[in-house]
């Protein structure tokens, strides 16, 4: 199977990196595994420098791995034995060189400050779990190091690979304007969301889709991109813990809690072992946190509370495959479900999980906000965003609608901080009052 080069929204910013530093600095680019870091960030090095040398230290051997400890105070000699091993030649400010997942190598990314003080090249790092302890503790972060944030493919490059540049841009026209497109373009335009959801934003699933058009080998992708991480997840951490809070997401998510619950995963865990684990779960990139705000208000950073979050899958086409990991590809229902519209109320939470996917790929931080209804039961929004000195609070439905009781209380209580309030469903763009119906496809576009 031909594997497809596809086209990225981070290579604008990358471009926009390098004429605006001109060496200053290093960029850094973050993300989970198998989202295409490395692809990229080569199809940038070939199309914008001269020449390149991409140091992929999975790869790499003791030699290059000791350079960097060694040679640091003859960059002479270490640029010499890196043209000589990689049989490149490098060109004062024409070249770039790559560190991939520079994280196997932290001395490799300690030394980024003492390379781009040299100013003859430039650099760019990849990586994946660059910020926890064992990747940290021996070495000095650089100041001189620019970080972007990648993720998955989102639903507009998602319809790029499939050869449509045409549907968000009429999206974004319609959500400004605020127009209705009628319920027969709206259902065309859920088909074509509902296939996002099961291929997903992996480049090798979306891949293995445009080459075969079977979501049985696209499933088979998937799975293997799960074992990895999988296997991941065991080396940081050889008791299965970290695997089995990541696996456990779907079956969290099912049970409409208002709070993910370690404890019901992995029992008798002191707390701080407990944060450890979130954090390096966190730092994988795996998953998306949304955390609580405690008040609810413009500055919802300051009342996240560590200890109250809800967890969703990185990709929502990963998380499809996970909730029926044990099954085999013909009896997972939910392809066959969501490709015919009849996605059963009890799998909403695969709409909610597209949602903080979505909102995270557009650069926002996931926040939610619970409160009392009565002794038993709470009110839940379940996605709100700061936009200027305002709130949107941000409601999901996996269906139509027929109330936002949740959503209409939050507004009540806190009125005097809110702007738009959104209702995302599966219906065409509407008003209902005060609340804007937002259909699912549109969230990235807010």
């Not at 910013?13 to 989202?35: F, H, T």
């Not at 099961?198 to 696209?218: E, R």
């Not at 456990?248 to 709070?259: D, E, H, K, W, Y």
């Not at 931080?365 to 709100?384: G, S």
Request: aromatic share 10%.
């Amino acid at each position: 199977m031909k594997e497809l080069v596809f086209e990225r929204k981070i290579y604008a910013e990358m471009l926009e990196w390098k004429q605006q530093n001109n060496g200053r600095s290093a960029l850094m680019i973050e993300g989970a595994r198998r989202i295409g870091k490395s692809t990229i960030v080569e199809q940038f090095a070939q199309k914008e420098y001269r020449s390149y040398i991409l140091i992929d230290f999975n790869k790499a051997g003791k030699d290059v791995h000791q350079l960097f400890s060694s040679s640091m105070e003859d960059l002479d000699y270490l640029f010499l034995y890196l043209q000589s091993k990689y049989r490149q030649t490098l060109y004062p400010r024409e070249s770039a060189i790559i560190f991939d997942e520079v994280q196997q190598c932290p001395l490799a990314r300690q030394a980024i400050k003492y390379l781009v003080e040299d100013g003859r090249y430039d650099y760019i790092e990849t990586g994946s779990l660059i910020s926890i302890k064992k990747n940290t503790e021996m070495i000095t972060i650089p100041s001189e190091e620019d970080r972007l944030e990648m993720f998955p493919m989102d639903y507009e490059e998602f319809r790029w690979a499939l050869g449509d540049k045409s549907t968000m841009p009429l999206l974004k026209q319609s959500w400004d304007k605020q127009l209705s497109m009628g319920d027969d373009l709206n259902r065309i335009r859920m088909r074509d969301l509902r296939l996002y959801m099961l291929v997903g934003g992996m480049p090798q699933a979306i891949n293995a889709y445009l080459s075969t058009k079977s979501l049985k080998s696209v499933d088979a992708v998937k799975r293997k991109i799960i074992k990895l991480y999988e296997d991941d997840f065991r080396k940081l951490d050889k008791t299965g813990k970290l695997g089995r809070m990541f696996m456990s997401i779907p079956a969290q998510l099912s049970r409409g809690v208002s709070r993910f619950a370690p404890s019901s995963v992995i029992k008798g865990v002191p707390s701080d072992v407990m944060a450890d684990l979130l954090l390096q779960l966190e730092d994988s990139k795996t998953v998306n946190v949304c955390y609580h705000a405690d008040d609810p208000n413009v500055g919802l950073s300051i009342e996240e509370n560590k200890n109250r979050f809800k967890m969703y899958v990185g990709d929502t086409g990963l998380m499809v495959t996970l909730c029926f990991w044990d099954k085999k590809y013909a009896d997972n229902v939910i392809y066959e479900k969501l490709l015919s519209d009849k996605l059963s109320v009890n799998l909403g939470y695969v709409y909610e999980n597209l949602v903080a996917q979505m909102l995270r790929a557009a650069g926002n931080k996931l926040y939610y906000y619970t409160f009392p209804k009565d002794e038993r039961h709470n009110y839940e929004v379940d996605f709100l965003l700061s936009r200027g000195a305002k709130l949107w609070p941000v409601e999901v439905k996996s269906e139509g609608y027929s109330s936002h009781p949740s959503l209409d209380a939050f507004c009540n209580k806190f009125s005097s901080r809110i702007d738009k309030r959104l209702l995302v469903y599966t219906k065409d763009l509407r008003k209902d009052g005060h609340t804007t119906l937002l259909p699912v496809y549109m969230i990235g576009l807010v």
